[in-house]
């Protein structure tokens, strides 16, 4: 607002100025009057409000209370708000400081925020990032209207005993002949009577529609800002520029997220943290004869803030509307229940075609992702997956708390509940997948090291480098369990050091088995193994120290053993009628990015300058990032050899550049396919522009593509890369850096996997819109593991259609590929002589027939083996 806008009028009187609206026709005037709760102490609010930060208020003592004094806490109005029409109105709320101690000035302040509004048109945007016009009292104690700091106007020495005892402000907006007069009085509130008033005239219409906000402004305090500031009550709100939406209540039942798998439900519950006098537990109703009935109840948990049932015997073949049904104290003791729709979808079996879409780094630069939203509400997918990266240390604004932990979960919370505001009423009805990465964790890279905590003493940097976890163990339980307890159960519920628990599982759904694995949690810390290399948050600053001859030491984990198990188990697991094999993990086997020679740090990405399209950077060179899964080189081949066992694609994020790649070890295109979706916002815009052309490069296709020695060596051919380009949309920090998200779609029948890499500013249903240059890609099942076959061993013919045939090497008793095969005939190809074992059978009726001492022939095998199974 600018000082020249307006005429400022100073008031010193003890009688009341009536605005009446001149307008002919009167809208209807709304109503709000808010008295908080009594006899109840919460750190939540209620449905109506958003606090920021969550952990800085509370309802206590029948009102509204700040716990520190730093600038900007503020606390929205989700269900109320001003509209972009002309009208009046009058809003009044009692307030007054918590703290003797507080500094008196006119930067500190206490009272409303008017008409904020963000960047993307969005309530939820407004209640983050809303800007708007302030108008209150300072802790020096006089009215404001506009900018600070506040000349003293004469009020101070009639109101400063007030804000120790208590006041009320008003603020009254009148309109008359299109121009807009604001005043704010300050009242005694046991009188009535109007200590004293200040007036803005010609106040301009576009600071008068959007948002309403309490706040408490104190930026001196230094150290000392954990002191409690003000308080609030009696918020009341009213006239004809009022609007009401009720549906943007949020809360008690935040959001929820399900899978279903093998017949079993599990479904997480995300709950605010509600008060002791509040419900205990969550009840989980479906309908039976046509009436709601309890099936579970859930207790709540008291740090992750969730309710989660599991339910066995599911009856997957229908859609079943379900109710999440909640008890929250509405004051004096008196409960009112809350109630959450939604519909568990029947397992898709009969769907030709299973639908995935993945996400990767929800970073809030489009804050609350409405286009992302609603894309995928167009596509409407089968699953949902996120793969890590669900909240940033810093979205939402004020930075991020660590300790001590009870301030740090809520911290947590309020970033991950944004995760919920945005995507939650896809959630309600559609199966999904979120697993937690290095941010999620408050870590900028991390290597888990078994679940260790890091060394005591070290921070930053430093302490991740030294690997294991910079949050306390109960703070990193409480984050998985808001983000994993919807999974299956997971395969070994060992835990891994600290107590600190595991998820990595199997999930089968709609004839695809999926494995869910952790790449994070095991993996060693590369600054202990390679002191060499001078390791800085994951990068060598040793220039001379070469990363694919020395960084693959002995005694480097990835996966670990118990998750290289577990896959080799998942690989022969072709239960419930699984179909196609996908894995899915944080990140991908491998580091699809470069840099100018020069630079030996990614520290330098966002100030690389984003590139028109057609343009190629000179001297780009694949980089060696240990944060990628390219590193430790011989247990990332371990993890390929595995996977394509099972003929598995792999999806996975973190990358913040989308590609499409294939694994090789041995040789190029020796194992599984790998999609890196891009990031929905993305804050590290990584690029892929290597100055030599890859090897087998396909006429025609960008230099970028074909085979490459990746920055630690390993073998990656790259397909499809979605470098960052200038588009000329604003803002460019959220489009000019390739965001966006992936479309898998899996043709259980052709057993082809159409890969789609949608850019968020496209609408995917649209016929001229286009994807990322590259995509769509389609493979097939079999081009997971397909290098050329030394020979082939016999025919096998079922009679029945799509048996599950398992090949093993019978001198090393290995594995060396399973499948369930299209029709009944299959020519089992082997890739070195030998001799082998075929087991052929149904494993849902765990009937299996073994074939032995077969070897291969050059050409494909003229013998047939004729099986017999029940049918």
């Not at 959001?255 to 599990?266: C, N, W």
């Not at 207790?299 to 339910?311: G, L």
Request: net charge neutral.
């Amino acid at each position: 607002m600018k000082k020249s806008s307006f005429l400022r009028v100073t008031i010193m009187v003890t009688f009341t100025i009536l605005f009446v609206n001149s307008c002919t026709n009167q809208p209807k005037e709304n109503k709000f009057t808010e008295h908080f709760p009594s006899g109840i102490q919460r750190t939540w609010i209620g449905p109506d409000f958003w606090a920021n930060r969550l952990q800085d208020w509370q309802v206590n003592n029948d009102r509204l209370e700040c716990l520190t004094s730093q600038p900007n806490r503020n606390v929205n109005i989700l269900t109320w708000r001003l509209k972009d029409e002309p009208g009046t109105f009058q809003i009044s709320v009692k307030t007054g400081l918590l703290t003797d101690t507080l500094p008196k000035n006119n930067t500190n302040w206490v009272g409303l925020r008017i008409g904020a509004r963000g960047r993307f048109d969005d309530y939820r945007d407004d209640a983050i990032y809303g800007k708007g016009l302030i108008a209150g009292i300072t802790s020096a104690g006089d009215l404001f209207i506009g900018e600070l700091p506040v000349k003293a106007n004469g009020n101070a020495k009639a109101l400063i005993p007030y804000l120790k005892t208590g006041l009320q402000l008003n603020y009254s907006l009148s309109y008359s002949d299109e121009s807009y007069s604001l005043k704010i009085s300050a009242v005694d509130p046991e009188t009535g009577n109007e200590i004293a008033g200040i007036v803005e005239v010609d106040v301009p219409k576009q600071q008068l529609h959007g948002s309403l906000a309490l706040v408490s402004n104190f930026t001196e305090m230094g150290r000392n800002n954990e002191v409690p500031s003000c308080w609030f009550d009696d918020w009341k709100i009213s006239g004809t520029k009022i609007s009401h939406f009720p549906e943007r209540a949020f809360g008690p039942i935040l959001f929820s997220q399900y899978t279903l798998s093998r017949g079993t439900l599990k479904l997480n519950v995300q709950m605010p943290p509600v008060g002791s006098s509040d419900g205990k537990d969550v009840k989980f109703q479906i309908r039976k004869n046509e009436k709601w009935g309890n099936l579970q109840k859930a207790n709540i948990d008291p740090d992750s803030r969730t309710a989660t049932f599991k339910v066995e015997n599911w009856d997957d073949a229908k859609d079943t509307p379900y109710r999440l049904v909640y008890e929250l104290n509405t004051g004096k003791d008196k409960m009112k229940e809350y109630i959450r729709t939604g519909t568990i979808r029947k397992n898709p079996v009969g769907k030709e075609e299973l639908v995935v879409a993945a996400f990767t780094g929800n970073n809030d630069l489009g804050f609350p992702n409405k286009d992302v939203y609603e894309n995928i509400k167009k596509i409407d997918p089968d699953l949902l997956f996120f793969s890590g990266d669900q909240i940033y240390e810093g979205v939402g604004g004020f930075g991020v708390q660590r300790a001590p932990v009870e301030k740090a979960i809520l911290d947590y919370l309020r970033k991950w509940y944004l995760y919920g505001w945005e995507y939650g009423d896809l959630f309600r009805d559609h199966p999904s997948i979120s697993i937690p990465d290095d941010h999620d964790a408050y870590h900028g890279n991390i290597w888990g090291a078994g679940g260790k905590a890091t060394p005591p003493g070290l921070r930053g940097n430093a302490a991740q480098d030294a690997g294991g976890y910079k949050m306390p163990p109960r703070w990193v339980k409480m984050m998985e369990r808001t983000q994993t307890l919807n999974l299956p159960d997971p395969y070994d519920p060992t835990p891994v050091l600290q107590g600190i628990g595991v998820y990595y599982t199997q999930l089968n759904y709609g004839g695809v088995s999926f494995a869910i694995v952790e790449d994070r949690k095991f993996k060693s810390a590369p600054k202990p193994l390679l002191p060499e290399a001078k390791i800085n948050n994951g990068w060598a600053q040793n220039t001379k120290w070469d990363a694919a001859k020395k960084a693959d030491v002995p005694g480097a984990v990835l996966l670990g053993d118990r998750q290289l198990d577990f896959l080799e188990h998942w690989v022969q697991d072709w239960s419930h009628n699984a179909k196609i094999k996908v894995l899915l993990s944080q990140t991908i086997f491998a580091n699809v990015a470069t840099l100018p020679k020069s630079e030996h740090h990614d520290v330098v990405v966002p100030k690389l300058r984003i590139l028109n399209k057609g343009e190629y950077p000179p001297d780009d060179r694949p980089v060696a990032d240990m944060d990628s899964d390219g590193w430790p080189q011989t247990e990332r081949n371990k993890a390929v050899e595995v996977i394509r066992k099972g003929f598995a694609m792999h999806i996975a994020g973190d990358q913040h550049l989308g590609s499409f790649t294939q694994y090789g070890t041995g040789k190029w295109r020796d194992g599984s396919y790998a999609f890196c979706v891009p990031a929905i916002s993305n804050v590290w815009p990584r690029r892929w522009f290597p100055e030599e052309q890859g090897a087998n490069h396909k006429k025609g296709e960008p230099k970028y593509t074909g085979d490459f020695l990746d920055g630690f060596g390993n073998k990656v051919t790259v397909y499809a890369v979605s470098n960052p380009v200038f588009t000329g949309k604003k803002p460019a920090n959220l489009y000019d850096r390739a965001t966006g998200y992936g479309i898998i779609k899996l043709n259980k029948t052709s057993r082809d996997i159409e890969i789609n890499c949608w850019p968020r500013f496209e609408d995917p249903t649209d016929p001229a819109s286009k994807e990322y240059p590259g995509w769509p890609v389609t493979i097939n099942q079999m081009d997971n593991f397909h290098p050329k076959p030394y020979g082939w061993l016999p025919t096998i013919k079922s009679n029945i259609e799509e048996p599950v045939v398992k090949v093993f090497n019978e001198g090393s008793g290995e594995l060396v590929y399973a499948l369930r095969i299209k029709g009944n005939t299959f020519s089992p190809p082997v890739y070195a002589n030998g001799i082998y074992r075929i087991e052929v059978g149904e494993p849902d009726k765990n009937e299996f027939k073994d074939f032995n001492k077969l070897k291969p022939e050059k050409t494909k095998n003229t013998n047939t083996i004729q099986v017999n199974l029940s049918k």
